[in-house]
């Protein structure tokens, strides 16, 4: 009725930087999102290939060990990690949610080489994105600093970080 009054939902430039730089960085990452409501980042990998349950099964066991061990030698306690998998067949999405309260670059790296050597080939990679290692560099310390922003500044709604044939492209839900 009053549609007036209500206010335009914008994306918060940090977040939304946050979001395009981990889609520059890490090419094997397809899509971003964050949710303010939970404050879990989700990263989703394309796999393409066929796969069994058990391959599924194994690789979430492998990451959550390894994911376990990093916050173990970082002297993280607490964080909150969710991974699942959404189709077997064809196209197939790896998820992986994780806190923004204490994740890092380091982890979001550790994160994608662990995709990246379990499957593979069959990891879907866009590596025509951009391949000046200056650029790559600058990048990564961009996204620590809105790692760190995040962690400090209330953002509201969900933001959604995709990559759109050479772009990426973020927008607010």
């Known amino acids: 009725m009053f549609d007036f009054l209500k206010k335009e939902r914008k994306a918060n430039p940090d977040a939304s930087r946050l979001l395009a730089s981990i889609l ?3 090419p094997a990452v397809q899509s971003v999102s964050y949710d303010s409501k939970s404050g879990m ?4 990998f394309a796999l393409n290939g066929k796969f069994s349950q058990n391959d599924f099964e194994k690789f979430l066991k492998y990451v959550a060990e390894s994911v376990e061990t990093f916050h173990h030698l970082e002297g993280l306690g607490g964080a909150t990690i969710e991974l699942n998998v959404e189709g077997i067949f064809g196209t197939c999405f790896l998820n992986v949610r994780r806190d923004m309260a204490t994740l890092t670059c380091r982890e979001l790296a ?4 662990l995709a990246e050597n ?3 080939d069959k990891l879907i990679e866009d590596f025509e994105n951009y391949s000046d290692e200056e650029y790559i560099m600058a990048q990564e310390d961009f996204l620590e600093q809105c790692l760190s922003n995040m962690r400090q500044m209330r953002i509201e709604g969900r933001l959604v970080g995709v990559r759109e044939q050479e772009r990426v492209v973020v927008y607010a839900r």
């Open 24 to 26: 520059v960085v890490y």
């Open 118 to 120: 379990y499957f593979g």
């Open 41 to 44: 980042l989700e990263l989703s």
């Open 110 to 113: 550790l994160l994608t080489e």
